[in-house]
């Protein structure tokens, strides 16, 4: 008997197809793509909270300077008013007029003393009339900084329970874009799979 060699068909294509270590791979591919979609999105959420939290912040210490500086701006001008008073009161006394004209009229001392009140009255009168519109003015600036520190922090937490409410929504649509993501990835992978075997 005459023993045969083994011989190669030439015309038969080796193919490869793909394993399930490659199919991991991709699936792992699209899961890293969602994965870093979602962690890019949770990250912008954070630094915008940040720079609305940082907003009221600085708002908030504007307004307190601004208190501060009014109430300085106040103590100022009690501190001169006071100044000027002690000045004016001792210029008084050390000033020699009226006295030389009391020796020739004598004047009753009640009348005196009734025309030095009506003077103080007058004088403080003049002082609460010129202070009213500065008055008014601090008080109406406090009332809009108020107002606007209320206004600035119910819009940003309005701003947070929209987002919030919306949030649930999108995650939805982000696990539904991923599962219609690795079908299609896995479809793309069965086609090809059954266009090798038919070629």
Known sequence: MAVKKNETV???????????????????????????????????????????????????????????????????????????????NELMHQLPFGKDEMKDEVEPENEREELKKQVKEVTSQVEKLALTPIKSIFQIIEQVEDNFEKNAESSVAFARERRNAWLQVRKGYVKVARDTHLNLVDRGKSSFKELVKNQ
């Open 10 to 88: 030439p015309g038969v294509d080796v193919t490869m197809i793909p394993t399930a270590e490659e199919s991991i791979a991709v699936g792992s591919f699209v899961n890293t793509l969602w994965d870093q979609f979602e962690l890019s999105r949770e990250r912008a959420e954070q630094l915008r909270e940040n720079r609305e939290d940082a907003y009221i912040n600085a708002l908030r210490e504007v307004i307190k300077f601004n208190k501060q500086y009014r109430k300085s701006v106040v103590k100022l001008y009690e501190q001169s008013k006071k100044t000027n008073k002690e000045m004016v």
